[in-house]
């Protein structure tokens, strides 16, 4: 199975599992494990509709996947047509592996709600989960049609494009996340999920991108970090360096001497 990882430059200062690290529509972040098995008691028949979806959400903040669900689908049950827990049920089925559920759910999801744009995003990740790009792409631009100020839905937009080598549009939608959000890749966001395939070639020219991002920014600290991760991944056009206009400023900068005379060695997975 590829890799999956959080698009942050500074993550892969990590092992990247074989798993997916999803940020969902509430505030905890989740990692994908193996199926969980069901733990917590039947939902209780008696407990209203709000009650039920808390306790899901607290099953899922403790990675109990197919409880949550349980809860949910019983929440629904008392508050039919309900576009934000078809949401939570989906982003539960994705981070279970079950792409084809999920995106059936945010469908669901959607027809509850034409405007509910964090589900659009969540059903273009279940598509990028299967590397259905086009329809990933064409998800997330719907998401960002109803909601334009949320970085997060640019970063999956750009991981899209970045899968397809796209790279001139990656970059375009990378910039604009970056715009909303300066901090975008150091976190996850607080809505939908951010999800990025990568050997290690692609997380070496992806590195090397985020440093010329940050470099047209002026975000020079964090432009030689990423710079670094791409030598260290291997990037082999590290002398773009040299001829990129977004480095003009960097290349004076003394660290940057240092660091391209350093000439960091690739790191063996």
């Given at each position: 199975m ?6 942050v ?22 990692q ?5 098995l069901r733990?917590?008691?039947?939902p ?15 099953l899922?903040a ?31 089925q ?11 759910t945010f469908?669901?999801?959607i ?5 509910y744009?964090?589900a ?22 719907k ?15 750009g991981a ?8 001139k ?13 300066p ?9 939908g ?7 290690r070639e692609?997380?070496a ?14 975000q020079?600290?964090?432009s ?17 360096v ?19 005379a ?8």
């Amino acid at each position: 199975m590829a890799k999956f990882a959080v698009l942050v430059c500074m993550v892969f200062l990590v092992a990247f599992p074989a798993s997916v690290v999803a940020q969902v529509t509430v505030a905890e972040q989740v990692q994908v494990g193996p199926p969980s098995l069901r733990r917590a008691e039947p939902p209780s028949s008696s407990a209203t509709a709000a009650e039920l979806e808390s306790q899901g959400d607290d099953l899922r903040a403790e990675k109990s996947f197919l409880d949550a669900i349980d809860y949910f689908r019983a929440a629904l049950a008392k508050d039919k047509n309900n576009a934000r827990i078809y949401n939570k049920i989906g982003i539960s089925q994705l981070q279970l592996m079950r792409p084809r559920e999920a995106q059936k759910t945010f469908q669901a999801a959607i027809r509850a709600d034409h405007e509910y744009a964090e589900a659009y995003n969540n059903l273009g990740t279940a598509y990028h989960y299967e590397k259905n790009f086009g329809k990933a792409i064409r998800q997330y631009k719907k998401a960002i049609e109803l909601k334009q100020d949320s970085a997060t839905f640019y970063v999956n937009l750009g991981a899209a494009y970045f899968a397809r080598k796209d790279y001139k549009e990656a970059m375009q939608a990378y910039a604009q996340a970056i715009q909303l959000d300066p901090d975008v890749f150091e976190h996850t966001g607080r809505t939908g999920i951010m999800l990025q395939v990568q050997t290690r070639e692609e997380r070496a020219r992806y590195s090397y991108l985020l440093a010329r991002m940050y470099a047209r920014t002026g975000q020079i600290d964090r432009s030689l970090l990423c710079l670094k991760r791409a030598m260290e991944d291997g990037f082999t056009e590290i002398k773009k360096v040299y001829e990129d206009e977004e480095f003009v400023e960097l290349r004076k900068d003394p660290r940057f001497t240092e660091l391209m005379a350093a000439k960091p060695v690739a790191i063996p997975e």
